[in-house]
T-cell receptor, first 112, second 114 residues
Framework: EADIYQTPRYLVIGTGKKITLECSQTMGHDKMYWYQQDPGMELHLIHYSYGVNSTEKGDLSSESTVSRIRTEHFPLTLESARPSHTSQYLC???????????FGSGTQLSVL | KNQVEQSPQSLIILEGKNCTLQCNYTVSPFSNLRWYKQDTGRGPVSLTIMTFSENTKSNGRYTATLDADTKQSSLHITASQLSDSASYICVVNSPTSGTYKYIFGTGTRLKFLA
């Protein structure tokens, strides 16, 4: 079992609200990632971090932001949620050298 | 363009039967290929990793193959069980600019005939 946790599991909010999706891992992994996944579609990378104070945007354009102040914590923030943000958000981590991704259980976000 | 294509998109089988899922990729350079299992509403979990020099690898009832020349991989599930009901995702890892990039397939959804 992977030691990577996401909260909340489900979130339903109204348009314009600010939200933060939490992700924590206890494996000491240096790399962390945020993916977006729609039903039947492949995972799309939206943000990644290779260490503390290091964050980069992924392949998929996103209006979200991330921070990496501590190794174990990689929260994702949406300043103003819109219906187009409705999706499943998956957090993952890996250790340099093995490159095996460990995923959290995901946050299913619905914006009304 | 780096792509990973999986087939079939979905598969319906009888419990106890064997099945084979396919993955074709056009990723270059290539580091390794992993098969992940994703249960509904959960994150993917790694089943097996295939490196360039490996042809076959087994993990319980799961057997993965890799043909690096034709850029094809398969995942064979033996004596399928209801707990195998999930999406199976092929992911190719490509070294780029001193790090790695993961290219995901869209997955094969495995379902059982009741």
């Amino acid at each position: 079992e992977a030691d990577i946790y996401q909260t909340p599991r489900y979130l339903v909010i109204g348009t314009g609200k600010k939200i933060t999706l939490e992700c924590s891992q206890t494996m000491g992994h240096d790399k962390m990632y945020w993916y977006q996944q729609d039903p039947g579609m492949e995972l799309h990378l939206i943000h990644y971090s290779y260490g503390v104070n290091s964050t980069e945007k992924g392949d998929l354009s996103s209006e979200s932001t991330v921070s990496r102040i501590r190794t174990e914590h990689f929260p994702l923030t949406l300043e103003s949620a819109r219906p187009s943000h409705t999706s499943q958000y998956l957090c993952a981590s890996s250790r340099t050298g093995t490159e095996k991704l460990f995923f959290g259980s995901g946050t299913q976000l619905s914006v009304l | 363009k780096n792509q990973v294509e999986q087939s079939p998109q979905s598969l319906i089988i009888l419990e106890g039967k064997n099945c084979t899922l396919q993955c074709n990729y056009t990723v270059s350079p290539f580091s390794n290929l992993r098969w992940y299992k994703q249960d509904t509403g959960r994150g993917p979990v790694s089943l097996t990793i295939m490196t360039f020099s490996e042809n076959t690898k087994s993990n319980g009832r799961y057997t993965a193959t890799l043909d690096a020349d034709t850029k094809q991989s398969s995942l064979h599930i033996t004596a399928s069980q209801l707990s195998d009901s999930a999406s199976y995702i092929c992911v190719v890892n490509s070294p780029t600019s001193g790090t790695y990039k993961y290219i995901f397939g869209t997955g094969t959804r495995l379902k059982f005939l009741a």
